[in-house]
């Protein structure tokens, strides 16, 4: 609802439910009529709630479905016929309707994540990470096999047994310095070969 018909409909007088029967008030929502549809919303609010809550079950869900229900109304009051019944008890079935078919619709949700429920299983496909790691570790061996013998025993120190640049140094009988630019050198030839950006 727009703005201005909001202060329309503020300012104007409601019509009165009790005086005003449901179904010339569905006639004239039908018409577009924006106070008729407040009288009818006035007289059937809480009937259409109560109704989707006893269907429901949960009070917010019904109340989604008692706006739904008034939306529908307001969009189809045209097709109201009062020959076939009285405006509250169509209005009703509408709600009935609405409300069985969100319960429907809520228990095929819940039976979809109940089929398809992963709670249990795995995070992550585990062959597809087991491949990935497998081939990676191909990677990085091959890779390593192209540095040469001083720069690999560097590395291999370093970063698979934890050495700092100084246990390395003592441990290849090298200064820190030359072990420093060893493993730099190996680092960016590792880098190179395994295709990973600087």
């Keep these: 609802m727009s703005p201005s018909a909001q202060l329309r409909l503020a300012d104007a007088p409601a019509y009165a439910s009790d005086t005003a029967d449901l179904g010339d008030l569905l006639t004239l929502v039908g018409r577009g ?21 006893r269907v429901i079950r949960d009070p917010s869900r019904a109340e989604e479905v008692a706006q739904e229900v008034f939306i529908q109304v307001w969009q189809s ?6 020959s ?40 992550f496909d585990e062959v597809e990470e087991t491949v990935t790691i497998s081939l990676e570790h191909e990677q990085v061996k091959r890779c390593l096999e192209g540095l040469t013998e001083l720069q690999r025993e560097a590395v291999n120190l370093a970063y ?39």
């Design 33 to 53: 009529d924006e106070r008729a549809f407040a009288a009818v919303y006035d007289a059937l609010g809480s009937s259409v709630y109560g109704l989707a809550r």
């Design 84 to 123: 076939r019944g009285s405006a509250k008890s169509w209005v009703l079935t509408l709600a009935h309707r609405r409300a069985v078919d969100a319960v429907r619709h809520d228990q095929a949700a819940t039976n979809r994540e109940n089929k398809y429920d992963w709670s249990n299983g795995p995070d």
């Design 77 to 82: 009051a045209a097709r109201f016929d009062a």
């Design 160 to 198: 698979y047994k934890g050495y700092t640049y100084a246990e390395v140094a003592t441990a290849l009988g090298a200064n820190t310095a030359t072990v420093k630019t060893r493993m730099r050198d190996g680092i960016v030839r590792l880098r190179d070969c395994m295709g990973v950006e600087a």
